[in-house]
């Protein structure tokens, strides 16, 4: 997955299939056209990569030029078509082929027609790698399509979303759920997660998944999942991930009309977190961020002695089993700041001062995302 300034695309067509698209176009096309020497027409900007492929496969001697049209802004095609450059040569008589990288409403493929109108070619016709049958609007002849795609935008392969992904030698395609937040929550014990977590499921409509509640929701109700995931406990082995990623996943389709999910005590290893990207993946989602509050070692040894005063909990009265806790927690979750570090998703936030100051720190992060 890749993200766009603010959009994630997901990979859609590797560039082995768009290598064989490219072949097949070559070769009905050089058939085709025989001994004549073609003139190929790219249309910029997007069809430079197309152009420059197309032309390295074309086996007999061809011309290539190129005109230059605006015809969108953003991810929207917008009807009116600006020439930038318009033809450069005189093309009468000769057998003209338009390489397009992509038609979508067919503005731009209009605008090309207009352009040939008077121009007296002996035949034009129009070549595209990708088309978007469900966008089409006009009825145009389309002479040789590379590989017709939904009504989804893309990127990649000369294709650009505001000025970015052109340079991408496969295609990516939008994802559809952008506007879910994802998180993965991490704190020490005692860092105030439990409270800060019901206060972001509020203020954001969030699901909360907390593995551990998951787990014991499923083998008290002896799901399949559940009843998998004792058999390995009870032989004390450690459940293997793809069981529970199957039951996080449950979860996730249980609420399939939230606006994200708080994800609690996963992933924990690097292969989980991919584990957890592909889920996600296949959801057309992703995890936007991992958010861990930060407190001083010191600070949670004095928290959590405190709440061992009065919930009577063993492991919250001993200073040395609190801080091999805390140790404990940084020993694991090491992994993963570097992990969601290198996605540029991983977000400390200050977790000393009062549960307002943390939830106003915790929202300026999600705010941003
Ligand atoms: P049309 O004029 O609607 O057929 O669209 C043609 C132009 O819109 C293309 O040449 C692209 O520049 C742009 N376009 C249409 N669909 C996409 C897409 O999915 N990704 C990127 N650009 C697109
Ligand atoms: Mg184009």
């Keep these: 997955m890749i993200k766009l300034h603010d959009k994630y695309f997901k990979p859609f067509i590797s560039a082995e299939e768009i290598d064989a698209a490219i072949t097949r176009l070559v070769n009905q096309i050089s058939n085709d056209l025989g001994d004549e020497t073609p003139v190929f027409v790219g249309i910029l900007n997007g069809s430079f990569m197309v152009v420059s492929d197309f032309v390295k496969k074309y086996p007999k001697p061809c011309e290539v030029t190129f005109i230059k049209l605006a015809s969108y802004e953003g991810v929207k095609s917008s009807e009116d078509i600006q020439r930038l450059i318009g033809l450069t040569q005189d093309l009468s008589g000769r057998t003209v082929v338009v390489l397009e990288d992509i038609i979508d409403s067919g503005n731009t493929l209009a605008e090309v027609h207009r352009i040939f109108k008077n121009e007296n070619v002996k035949s034009l016709k129009i070549a595209t790698l990708f088309y978007k049958p469900e966008a089409y609007k006009k ?59 019901e206060f972001l499921k509020e203020k954001y409509n969030l699901v909360h998944i907390s593995t551990g509640d998951v787990f014991r929701f499923n083998i008290k109700n002896e799901t399949a999942l559940g009843m998998l995931a004792k058999s390995y406990m009870d032989k004390g082995e450690l459940v293997p991930d793809q069981v529970t990623i199957d039951m996080l996943e449950a979860e996730v389709e249980k609420n399939a009309d939230a606006n994200g999910f708080i994800f609690d005590g996963f992933p924990r290893t690097d292969a989980q977190a991919e584990a957890l990207d592909k889920l996600m993946d296949t959801k057309d989602s992703q995890i936007n961020a991992m958010v861990a509050l930060e407190v001083d070692d010191e ?42 570090s290198a996605q540029h998703k991983y977000f400390g936030v200050d977790g000393v001062g009062s549960i307002e100051d943390i939830t106003v720190r915790l929202s300026g992060v999600i705010d941003k995302l």
């Design 139 to 197: 009825d145009f002849k389309l002479h040789y399509v590379g590989i017709e795609i939904p009504n989804k935008f893309i990127v990649g392969y000369g294709l650009d979303y505001d000025g970015l992904g052109r340079d991408i030698p496969e295609i990516y395609q939008i994802k559809e759920t952008q506007h879910m937040t994802n998180l993965v929550l991490f704190g020490p014990p005692g860092a105030g997660k439990g409270t800060q977590a």
């Design 299 to 340: 600070v949670l040894v004095k928290r959590l002695l405190k709440r061992g005063e009065t919930s009577g909990r063993a492991d919250d009265a001993d200073e040395s089993i609190i801080r091999n806790r805390i140790t404990e927690y940084y020993n694991k979750t090491a992994i993963l700041k570097d992990y969601y």
